[in-house]
């Protein structure tokens, strides 16, 4: 009875569904703490949903990404980008946040048959890989999508039947998994014969046609085969089970707890399997089903959820964790078991503490578009994995970004001369050989550049060293890091790129504070060219060039003068 009563307070108290809620925002800052303090955009959020807004307006709602459609990013996108351009970091970090916390109130308190709701609430937050996911609009989609899976072990005693069918379209148009959901509402239908799950089957089965749609003329499917994977079981299970528990695949301890949980957990089901019912049996397989999608779409070698793609192991370490939920609830009556689940309990959270929270780089949101709108074209520079060396572009030209700013309701034209700048001016000109005495000095650090490899095509007009990025006869990616020594107000460098132009950044910063004051693309010259910047008299730089270009005939150059 005292039990129930909780139950109720938890349920009907707002002080503790607002606790609930101020709990998961600080456990969302904890795990990705820099976003928070320094939005930025991320991946195809820049390059993929920002272009679509741009091109299509609110109908990008409906263009696919990666070959499928994803609502919710795109939603947070274009209300972001109609709010403010000029603060679109800030807006859609923050309505990405709010949608997480959403989706996870509805796992706590939606009319669902998972044990423990309020815990398998918060172990989404606390799920043992790095939060790649976590906070970033692009991948909201991949939060919305936990929705179908509330929606397949719905408990129809509690009705509210429009909020279940709200989730079967909203998850079924974030990502392509409805598509494997669908035969489990189906094979839900035929158990519990019952009107709503029939017209529950039916809308998860038209959705999952639209995304199937999509999927099979849009996608770059993969030819991984069933026997490719049944040949990677061992190493399967050791990623998706031994790893949730401890982060190192290739010790003892991470195959001992896979060859000793996996006949635990069976254990524990055989126990009480008539009491598990239908509902476990759909938990079990969604979580079957997420690991066949994740090993179905990248090899298994090639991901880890510490490392390498952890974004692939969302899926399948929550519905895991709500597994271990379901099973500890229908055990409770045995102490033993009790025990040795809070020591898996505890074994989580220790893998999960170590790598909890992820840092970020970024360069400034509003110094780039302080540049394009003061420029024909610009490159803006689009974080990848949060390192700066490491950017990706989405090329605007002025007018476009005047569209987006004119277009915003927050903000106005004239804005964007109020901002402080940090930016330096920059320009690029043709070589004039009077200019070589004018040359800021260049002391070579570190890095993946060759002073050897000489293109034909490059020109060495006056004494001087030459560092490039061309090796043999394809195009190399790497970069490197030099000094710069200038010679007044004004660095110069002198460069050449190859016929080919397009991933070739370079970026300067002070080398006292670390501040970034440049980072543009090089843009392509046939000869030789020289990139002006401002400078301080007397102050050292740090110069990094990047050349990510992997087509043929994409190189750089730098020269460094005797």
């Known amino acids: 009875m005292r039990r129930n009563n909780r139950s109720d307070w938890q349920t009907n108290n707002w002080r503790f569904k607002l606790a609930f809620v101020l709990l998961c925002f600080l456990l969302l800052f904890l795990r990705r703490p820099m976003e928070f303090i320094a939005p930025y955009v991320w991946a195809e959020d820049g390059t993929w949903n920002i272009v679509h807004y741009v091109d299509y307006g609110f109908w990008s709602l409906f263009q696919p ?46 009319p669902t048959l998972l044990r423990y709701k309020l815990f398998c609430a918060l172990s989404v937050i606390l799920i043992p890989s790095n939060p790649e996911v976590f906070i970033l609009p692009l991948y909201s989609f991949w939060w919305g999508t936990l929705l179908i899976f509330l929606a397949l072990l719905w408990n129809i005693e509690q009705k509210q039947n429009a909020l279940r069918f709200f989730c079967i379209v909203l998850a079924g148009l974030s990502s392509p998994i409805i598509i494997l959901c669908a035969p489990l509402f189906i094979l839900r239908a035929f158990a519990y014969r019952h009107r709503v799950e029939i017209i529950s089957a039916g809308l998860a089965i038209s959705i999952s046609a639209v995304q199937g749609y999509f999927v099979f003329t849009k996608a770059n499917l993969t030819n991984i085969g069933l026997m490719d994977i049944l040949r990677d079981l061992i190493a399967i299970l050791a990623k998706f089970i031994g790893q949730y528990f401890y982060r190192d695949i290739n010790s003892p301890a991470d195959m001992i707890l896979m060859c000793t949980v996996v006949p635990f957990l069976l254990w524990c089901w055989y126990r009480k399997k008539t009491e598990l019912g239908i509902p476990f049996f759909l938990l079990i397989c969604l979580y079957a089903l997420a690991i066949f999608a994740t090993v179905k779409r990248v090899p298994i070698e090639m991901i880890d959820p510490h490392t390498a793609g952890p974004r692939y192991f969302f899926y399948p370490f929550v519905l895991f964790s709500w597994t271990l939920i379901w099973l500890y609830s229908a055990s409770i009556d045995n102490r033993t078991i009790r025990y040795i689940f809070w020591f898996l309990c505890v074994c989580t959270l220790l893998n999960s503490i170590t790598k909890f929270h992820r840092s970020s780089e970024s360069p400034d949101w509003r110094t780039e578009i302080e540049y394009c709108i003061n420029n024909r074209t610009y490159h803006i520079p689009i974080n990848l994995d949060g390192q700066l060396h490491n950017l990706w572009h989405i090329k605007l030209s002025k007018d476009q970004c005047a569209k987006l700013i004119s277009q915003s309701i927050l903000d106005d034209e004239d804005s964007v001369k109020k901002f402080p700048s940090e930016f330096v001016n920059f320009s690029f000109s043709d070589f004039d050989q009077s200019q070589v005495s004018t040359l800021s000095k260049l002391t070579i650090e570190d890095g993946t550049w060759s002073m050897s490899a000489k293109p034909a095509e490059v020109t060495n007009p006056y004494s001087a060293q030459m560092l490039s990025s061309w090796v043999g006869s394809d195009a190399f990616t790497g970069q490197h890091k030099l000094l710069i020594h200038t010679l007044g107000k004004v660095g110069r460098i002198a460069y050449q790129s190859g016929p080919i132009s397009k991933n070739q950044q370079i970026l300067v910063k002070e080398i006292a504070s670390q501040r970034v004051i440049l980072s543009a693309y090089l843009k392509k010259s046939d000869s030789l060219a020289i990139l002006n910047f401002d400078a301080k008299d007397n102050q050292d730089y740090e110069l990094i060039v990047t050349d990510s270009g992997k087509d043929w005939g994409e190189w750089s150059a730098i020269f460094i003068p005797e």
Not at 65 to 91: D, R
Not at 93 to 106: P, T
């Open 65 to 110: 990404v990666q070959g499928y459609l994803i609502l919710p990013s795109k939603i947070i996108t274009a209300i972001s980008l109609k709010l403010s351009f000029i603060y679109y970091p800030e807006i859609s970090i923050y309505l990405s946040a709010c949608f997480s916390v959403f989706c996870l109130f509805l796992i706590a308190y939606a």
